[in-house]
């Protein structure tokens, strides 16, 4: 099944929508684990909290020239595109982790956002990879 990629203008600013699967699959996954190594159950637990918080406060927002990073409709980081040396998007056909590279340094996101308008963004706008 293909997924097709959402229909964006170059110049439209576009915020990704969350995604809690990754923070679902860990909370859940820490259930059984539970029965064999309590004390791991836990930190895969909290670690899977912790990305549903994440999820639920941190907004990605394309625009025309950068990927500005939003906690709770404050700025907090602000990435320019002509920065960036490539991109990547790890995990396939479920997206967990999203790769890119600036000339100053490099950058590992889980994907708790909409992956699909994740790609249709990087794709118009960054053309570096």
Sequence with gaps: MT???????????VELS???????VLVLAAI????VRPWIAGIVAL????????????????TESDL??????????RFPYR??????????PVPILFYF????????LPILFDPNTLRACLEQRCRCS
């Excluded at 059984?32 to 029965?35: A, D, H, K, Q, R």
Aim: charge should be positive; hydrophobic fraction near 45%.
């Design 3 to 13: 997924v097709s990629s959402p229909q964006i203008q170059p110049t439209q600013v």
């Design 18 to 24: 969350p995604s809690y699967v990754i923070p679902a």
């Design 32 to 35: 059984p684990l539970f029965l």
């Design 47 to 62: 670690f899977g909290l912790f990305l549903m918080v994440q999820a639920a406060t941190i907004r990605l927002r394309f």
């Design 68 to 77: 500005d990073v939003y906690r709770s409709n404050q700025l907090i980081r």
């Design 83 to 92: 920065e960036w040396l490539n991109w990547r998007i790890f995990g396939q």
């Design 101 to 108: 590279r600036e000339v100053k340094s490099i950058h590992f």
